[in-house]
């Protein structure tokens, strides 16, 4: 006799395992969370587990829920085809996970919903075929199709909430309707089955259980094993937000330090101990205008010049201590554009410091410390000869004031002290003609005094008319022959034809050739010559040339000699006089015509002074 027998099912192992798989979907929502941030062999860890915590529960649904349904018969289950059901759930799972753990688009998650929920549909029928009754199983084909359908919806929903869900009563939710679907297709793919009573199919070698029994034992391993899952979860979870925290402060850390680096002027530089450079700091641009990307794999050396350069070296060299620091000055480095700057180096050996393995370099850019200790060296050198000629001035001053002030007081006192006139009158006239010529020596250091002090504060008026050459040349020849007759030495002077009259103040014009002539008499041996010549130079100057056969001045006193107060031979005693203000005196003037003095000289070889005029002051052609 056959007759289809009618199912029935047990509502408290329907709703054990309605539970069942909403704790294992909550589970396999947790764990699988953990798979995306891990890399390497944690991600498979995570993959496994999360595998595990899905297939697993899926299985434990499914057998519960197999329990969960009754025949008017017995129902064994075969052993080995009921494990290897729980193997295919737990395996799909795992290649479904595998599949959306290095991207989540939509075709692999399409592709992993496919194998996952293709894998639940063969588990659960692998499942149906462990069940060992006297009775023929078949299946309704259209509902076996809406089971495959709800199973690969189902398992394309679980794997994109795994994928998008975060927050706890999201995924309690996310759970719940995952557990639904997984329901609903075991409970669709139960209603497609069919079963004929068949006595003759009676297999007494199944094994048999106790529904209820079986079905807490289950249930509580699952459990257990998702409660595993869970708490590894949460220990991992609790472990990934500390190593959160510390790589947060770690990027902060690297954050700070990477602020203060660029912020800073100085070159920052991790070498080896040929100088080759393996990391320039960003601060690098800033230092020498170059990207440090630009610098890196080149060699220190190659940029790095100065006195210091031997130093360096000898400090790559050396093997020293972590903590001991070697500090290099006299160091130039050539910047992008090509400029030199002054720097000073600490170097630090980090050789054995892992995060830096290295010699790092620090330059720190003192050119303009150089530059102002510069100034302040020359400012000194100033500031001492000033000081220099400050004591030789006064000296002189002393001498050249004092030497006319004596003798006008002492031959004064001689004259008024001869009350029974014993003196005879020529003496009377000699002394009268020494203190004449002494108001008039005191009275010329007194003018350059004055006419100096005016030059300097721009006071010096030009009373300009038009100046004929041979009047001029002729009154400063006159005024210095009767000088130069007394140490035998021989004046001359020449006017070249043509020499055309010029605009000019005649009187200041005289004062600089008379200081001309009168410092190449002054400084010319006797016996020797003095001569004036005028003319036009090559460029239509005017030109008035003073030369003798004099000592001569050193190139290097031959700018100096136009400072005030200077004079070649400061000391007392020099074998000439003057107060050090005539060159001066004469270069301002020159420079109020808008003309210039020059200086030419060889030591024993005598002297070249020239006044040269510029050509617009000329005026009137002298034809000849």
């Known amino acids: 006799m056959t007759e289809l027998l009618d199912p029935t099912y047990d509502s408290v192992l329907v709703a054990l395992s309605m539970g069942v798989s909403i704790l294992a979907s909550f589970v396999s929502l947790d764990v699988a969370a953990r798979i995306w941030p891990a890399r390497g062999w ?19 649904m499914h057998f519960i829920g197999m329990l969960a349904f009754s025949l008017p018969i017995d129902i064994g289950y075969d052993v080995w085809i009921t494990l290897a059901s729980l193997v295919t759930a737990v395996a799909v799972t795992g290649v479904a996970f595998a599949i959306i753990a290095d991207a989540q688009g939509w075709r692999r998650l399409l592709s992993a919903g496919a194998v996952m929920g293709l894998g639940v549909v063969a588990m659960h029928y692998t499942g149906m075929a462990a069940m ?35 927050g706890l009563w999201w995924r309690l939710g996310a759970a719940v309707v995952m557990a639904v679907a997984v329901s609903g297709m075991h409970y669709v793919g139960m209603a497609a089955a069919c079963f004929t009573f068949a006595p003759s199919l009676l297999n007494p070698g199944a094994v048999q259980f106790e529904r209820g029994s079986l079905a807490l034992i289950v249930a509580a391993g699952t459990l257990l094993i998702l409660a595993l899952e869970l708490l590894s979860a949460a220990i991992d979870r609790r472990f990934a937000a500390f190593r959160m925290r510390e790589g947060e402060i770690l990027r902060l850390s690297a954050l700070r330090f990477q602020n203060l680096v660029q912020s800073s002027n100085d070159l920052i530089l991790v070498v080896d101990k040929t100088g080759r450079i393996d990391f320039a700091a960003p601060s690098s641009r800033m230092a020498i205008g170059e990207e440090p990307a630009a610098l890196e794999g080149r060699n220190i050396f190659e940029r790095v010049s100065g006195a210091g350069l031997e130093g360096l070296g000898a400090a790559l060299m050396t093997e020293e201590k972590r903590n001991a620091f070697a500090f290099i000055d006299k160091l130039r480095i050539r910047n992008g554009d090509g400029s030199m700057r002054d720097y000073e180096a600490t170097v630090c050996n980090l050789l ?45 001053m002393n001498h050249e004031l004092r030497t006319p002030l004596n003798a006008i007081i002492g031959f004064s006192e001689i004259l008024a002290t001869d009350e029974e006139n014993r003196l005879a009158p020529e003496t009377y006239r000699e002394y009268a003609g020494d203190i004449y010529r002494s108001g008039s020596q005191l009275l010329a250091v007194i003018n350059d ?17 038009v100046v004929e050459p041979d009047g001029l040349v002729g009154d400063c020849i006159r005024f210095v022959v009767p000088i130069a007759a007394k140490k035998g030495i021989r004046v001359g002077h020449a006017i070249a034809p043509g020499t055309p009259s010029f605009l000019g103040d005649e009187r200041r014009l005289r004062q600089v050739l008379l200081n001309l002539l009168s410092n190449a008499v002054k400084f010319t041996p006797d016996e020797g010559h003095v001569d004036l010549r005028t003319g036009r130079t090559v460029e239509g ?11 001569g001045i050193p190139a290097d006193k031959v700018k100096q000699v136009f400072e005030p107060f200077y004079q070649v031979d400061g000391s007392l005693a020099r074998n000439q006089e003057g107060t050090g203000l005539g060159l001066a005196i004469a270069k301002s003037l020159a420079e109020l015509h808008d003309g210039r003095l020059e200086l030419s000289s060889k030591p024993g070889e005598g002297t070249v002074a020239r006044l040269i005029l510029p050509k617009r002051r000329i005026r009137f052609a002298v034809v000849a």
Not at 449 to 465: H, Y
Request: glycine share 6%; net charge negative.
């Open 42 to 60: 944690p991600r498979g860890v995570w993959i496994v587990a999360a595998a595990t915590a899905m297939g697993g529960g899926i299985w434990s």
């Open 132 to 166: 060992r009754l006297p009775a023929t199983l078949t299946y309704t084909p259209s509902i076996v199709a809406t089971s495959i359908a709800i199973a690969c919806v189902a398992a394309t929903a679980a794997l994109w909430i795994a994928v998008r869900v975060t």
């Open 352 to 396: 054995d410091e892992p995060s830096v393995k290295g010699i790092v370099l620090t330059f720190h850019d003192v050119t303009e410390r150089e530059r102002s200790a510069a100034e302040l060296r020359h400012a000194k050198a100033i500031a001492d000869e000033a000081n220099r000629l400050k004591s030789e001035f006064i000296a002189n």
């Open 449 to 465: 005094i004055l006419d100096f002090s005016r030059a300097e504060v721009g006071q010096i008026t030009l009373n300009e008319g």
């Open 541 to 551: 100057e005017l030109e008035f040339a003073v030369s003798d056969s004099g000592v």
